[in-house]
């Protein structure tokens, strides 16, 4: 079963623009995590905010986490082509070791 | 560094055949997952083992799947038999884990499977 659900499903944007992607779960959690996977690979890990975090920065992206309403949200600022991929939320839920995936946004960065 | 390492990356079987899937860790990582992955869906887990041992297997669907990982190093999914609803991507993992480990996963390529 899926924890998380992400929206909106899909997003196209033209280059240059921001793309924000949001994630809801439903349970308590330790951490959330965001993964980037293109088409026909593996997921790649991007960013992880722990539960006692707002929001944490690496190079263009921004994560927000908000545990009371159990949401976060993936800002991607000047996005590029080779942004285009889908983007995965996952949860690490307090006293568990695995990671529980949503189900995912698409994005379509156009030049 | 190796990353995750996986084959083959594509099968084509008929149902009711048997089929295999191989997943190598990187060096060091005591936990190995296996998720599934279907079309436009997140990976779902389907077992993760603490160096040999599968601590949580609740997600695998006994009846016609198995696994395992001998020495704690290698692993193997095996499917049998296969039907059609098997189709999907078979996505390995491995991290760190322990109590330390903030479970961020490095994956592998996945081996996507459709089975005729």
């Known amino acids: 079963s899926q924890q998380g659900e992400e929206d909106p499903q899909a997003l196209s944007i033209q280059e240059g623009e921001n793309a924000t992607m949001n994630c809801s779960y439903k349970?308590?959690?330790?951490?959330l995590q965001w993964y980037r996977q293109n088409s026909g690979r593996g997921l790649v890990h991007l960013i992880l905010?722990?539960?006692?975090?707002r929001e944490k920065h690496s190079g263009r992206l921004r994560v927000t986490l908000d545990t009371s309403k159990k949401s976060s949200s993936l800002l991607i600022t000047a996005s590029r082509a080779a942004d285009t991929a889908s983007y995965f939320c996952?949860?690490?839920?307090?006293?568990?070791?695995?990671?529980?995936f949503g189900t995912g946004t698409r994005l379509l960065v156009s030049p | 560094e190796a990353g995750v390492v996986q084959s083959p990356r594509y099968k084509i079987i008929e149902k009711k055949q048997p089929v295999a899937f191989w997943c190598n860790p990187i060096?060091?990582?005591?936990?190995l997952y296996w998720y599934l992955q279907n079309l436009g869906q997140g990976p779902e887990l389907l077992i993760r083992y603490e160096n040999e041992e599968a601590v949580d297997d609740s997600q695998l669907p006994k009846d016609r799947f198995s696994a395992e990982r001998l020495k704690g190093v290698d692993s193997t999914l095996k499917i049998q038999p296969a039907e059609l609803g098997d189709s999907a991507v078979y996505l390995c993992?491995?991290?760190?884990?322990?109590?330390?480990?903030?479970?961020?996963?490095?994956f592998g390529e996945g081996s996507r499977l459709t089975v005729l």
């Open positions: 060096s060091g990582h005591n936990t």
């Open positions: 349970t308590s959690i330790n951490n």
């Open positions: 905010i722990r539960s006692n975090e």
């Open positions: 993992a491995s991290s760190l884990g322990g109590q330390g480990s903030t479970g961020e996963l490095f």
């Open positions: 996952a949860t690490k839920n307090t006293g568990f070791q695995k990671l529980v």
